[in-house]
């Protein structure tokens, strides 16, 4: 029997109950950590109207938070089949129609030409190979005032500048700018 669920923790979705028949080998963020994430990320860069680029997106929960607090677009990518398939359900029970979601390997990933995102968040598993790359890996896909927003481990240093680093137990995000 599964006891677990996720809600959305603010915005126009606020309470919405999400499924949770992701892959296994999903960790979804906590209520607690997205909650603090996205009033600290509503109040320092925004959201509404911006265009958000999820990656390793798994539960499709960071998306429906983003689409919550009003984000003009939402591209999610992930490999794993079981994970688009829920994320296209949620797509469909709430009409949501600015979530563009993909099925692909997110070094394959390419933006259409001359797309730019204001917003990228990842949440890759926390071994990934090659993990302090991201920030400048994603950088060519960001907006010029654009932030990438990663979640890793606490003890995971970065060489990059960061704007903002937050702590939630066993999880970190740290917020970067545009790498130049």
């Not at 950590?33 to 860069?45: C, D, G």
């Not at 938070?65 to 009003?70: A, D, G, I, P, T």
């Not at 003009?72 to 009409?95: H, P, Y």
């Not at 907006?143 to 960061?162: C, K, N, S, V, W």
Request: with cysteine; charged share 25%.
């Amino acid at each position: 029997i599964d006891y677990f669920f996720m809600r959305v923790t603010g915005g126009i979705l606020k309470g919405w109950v999400i499924p949770t028949k992701f892959a296994s080998h999903v960790r979804p963020s906590t209520d607690r950590m997205r909650e603090s994430l996205f009033n600290s990320l509503v109040h320092q860069f925004g959201i509404e109207g911006k265009s958000v680029l999820d990656l390793f997106s798994g539960s499709g929960i960071i998306a429906a938070e983003f689409l919550s607090r009003e984000a003009t677009l939402v591209t999610s990518i992930d490999l794993d089949g079981k994970n688009i398939l829920q994320q296209k359900a949620m797509q469909k029970e709430r009409d949501l129609n600015h979530w563009e979601i993909v099925k692909q390997n997110i070094y394959k990933f390419e933006p259409q030409k001359g797309q730019q995102f204001d917003i990228i968040f990842a949440d890759p598993p926390y071994d990934i190979p090659n993990i302090q790359q991201f920030p400048k890996m994603f950088s060519e896909w960001l907006a010029d005032d654009g932030i990438i927003i990663l979640e890793h481990r606490p003890q995971l240093q970065f060489h990059e500048e960061h704007l903002l680093k937050k702590e939630y137990g066993s999880t970190t995000c740290t917020i970067f700018a545009k790498q130049k």
